[in-house]
């Protein structure tokens, strides 16, 4: 086993989830197998690794509880036997009849789940090509941030548009959180403009790395992904990157630079909370004829 703090090798498995879970396992199981025999300690999927599906009634036909998902019993077993850590970027998990979890696990070599977490903000957007998305209907957000020991590093676990609320990061960089992990389906409209900007932003802005295994390409439900799964160092550079095509994307993480990069800029140290203060503003002056004044 790694100490703390010791060099760890990443794998980030891009997919290209349909609407069947267990094909979607079956694709996921591959490509995590080839990143554990290229030496990888640690595999992350991407949101959604078991369905991506539009359709309420179709999601909610083949998704069930945690304690019956086939694809969570499987890879629970596949870490046991490949002995590295798992990272399940999210799966759509059953909760009550009317709503399911967009829920991320983390898997020991052991096969039990250390961390769970639910993805807090919900995607909720009308797109200017006309695609529009109210993930709140089918999902009940997360109300909990959750960072996870690994014997490597202290991890902050988060799902794609979580992005988009740096407080969230601060947070578990507070925490001590020193890999930020952002398993996401980007869109391939917002991803175009935003995913590299706001993944580097939140790694310069917290001194952390982060890593982001993605979904990529036009799935069977029609939604089209960016792509792109990227490894960022705690300054900010890209060490890492995938295409858009399904695929695994290793990169080697050393955390001793996290140290480096918050001892040159020690943000960290430095944030204060503050009020927010509106002025009265100055009462109109009345003009009156012949005022010289």
Known sequence: MKRSGAKFRAGLVQMR??????????????????????????????????????????????????????????????????????????????????????????IDPQGEIVARYDKIHMFDVDLANGESYRESNNFRPGESAVVADLPFARFGLTICYDLRFPALYRALAEAGATVL???????RQTGEAHWHTLIRARAIENGSFVLAAAQGGTHENGRSTFGHSL??????????????????????????????????????QHGRRFDIVEPMAEPARLHVVGDTA
């Not at 609407?19 to 595999?43: C, F, K």
């Not at 629970?76 to 799966?91: F, M, V």
């Not at 992990?181 to 869109?187: L, M, Q, R, S, Y």
């Open 17 to 106: 989830t349909g609407r069947t879970p267990q094909t979607n396992l079956d694709h996921a199981a591959a490509m995590i197998r080839e990143a554990a025999g290229a030496g990888a300690d640690y595999v992350q999927t991407p949101e959604m690794t078991n369905i991506m599906e539009l359709s309420r009634e179709k999601l909610f036909a083949a998704i069930t509880d945690e304690d019956k998902d086939i694809c969570l019993a499987a890879l629970r077993e596949l870490a046991r036997e490949l002995k590295i850590y798992l990272h399940i970027g999210s799966l759509a998990i059953k909760v009550s009849p009317e709503k399911a979890a967009n829920r991320a696990f983390i």
């Open 181 to 187: 992990t952002i398993p996401a389906a980007f869109t």
């Open 231 to 268: 490894a960022v160092d705690p300054w900010g550079r890209i060490i890492a990157e995938g295409g858009t095509e399904p695929g695994v994307t290793l990169v080697e993480i050393d955390p001793a630079e996290v140290a480096a990069a918050r001892a040159k800029v020690p943000s960290l």
